[in-house]
């Protein structure tokens, strides 16, 4: 039997990975596998299946999982913004991983960026900023809706307003380093032979 089950949101983190069972038997994973209906190893394989999202739990499995921590079965899969709940979902989600907040200005409801983490705060309010600017540009006639949506379905590759770098992948960089190394060994090769000349 579960003891006292409490869940923690990491910042920064996707649904599944971020409830964290914190008074658990000693074997969290397996328990919860098998609280679930797995049996011996396959219940903390499985569990970590899902956790990596190696596998994706079906909806019967989610349902568990969620009477078990006491949340929406939104809360644990990735949000269907098609709906209205989904798209409220992918709000609390923003909200732990990048500091939205809901607020109220002159009788609107406004989302806002949380200043203090001022690292995430920062990033975020280059974006937005940017997006505003080219929201902007649409408003006044200085660009078509056609540009404005090409600007938003390719940002940030079109995004003018910051300065974007582009970063290998890490099969093309750990391509790049070996073929250094392998010229490293190669120079130092030659040098040897240099040496015994």
Not at 72 to 79: E, K, M, R, Y
Not at 113 to 135: C, G, H, I, P, Q
Not at 152 to 157: L, N, S
């Given at each position: 039997m579960i003891v006292g089950l409490a869940f923690v949101v990491v910042q920064g983190s996707d649904t599944l990975h971020a409830i964290t069972l914190l008074e658990v038997f000693s074997k969290k994973f397996q328990q919860l596998g098998e609280v679930l209906g797995f049996l011996g190893k396959t219940s903390d394989v499985r569990m970590a299946q899902y956790e990596s999202e190696a596998r994706i739990p079906k909806h019967d499995l989610?349902?568990?999982?969620?009477?078990?921590?006491?949340?929406?079965?939104?809360?644990?899969?990735?949000?269907d913004i098609d709906t209205y709940i989904g798209f409220m979902h992918t709000f609390f989600a923003l909200e732990d991983m990048y500091g939205l907040k809901i607020d109220e200005m002159d009788g609107?409801?406004?989302?806002?960026?949380?200043?203090?983490?001022?690292?995430?705060?920062?990033?975020?309010?280059?974006?937005?900023?940017?997006?505003?600017?080219?929201?902007?540009?649409?408003?006044?006639?200085?660009?078509?809706?056609?540009?404005?949506?090409?600007?938003?379905?390719?940002?940030?590759?079109l995004d003018t307003?910051?300065?974007?770098?582009?970063?290998?992948?890490?099969?093309?960089?750990?391509?790049?380093?070996?073929?250094?190394?392998?010229?490293?060994?190669?120079?130092?090769?030659?040098?040897?032979?240099?040496?015994?000349?």
């Open positions: 989610v349902k568990e999982m969620a009477g078990i921590f006491d949340v929406s079965t939104h809360a644990l899969t990735v949000p609107e409801v406004v989302l806002r960026l949380d200043k203090s983490d001022y690292s995430t705060y920062s990033s975020m309010n280059k974006m937005l900023r940017a997006w505003l600017a080219e929201a902007k540009k649409l408003e006044n006639g200085e660009s078509t809706k056609e540009e404005y949506d090409d600007w938003r379905y390719k940002c940030p590759e307003h910051q300065i974007w770098a582009k970063v290998p992948s890490q099969e093309i960089s750990d391509m790049l380093l070996a073929g250094l190394k392998e010229m490293e060994k190669e120079e130092k090769k030659q040098t040897k032979r240099k040496k015994k000349k």
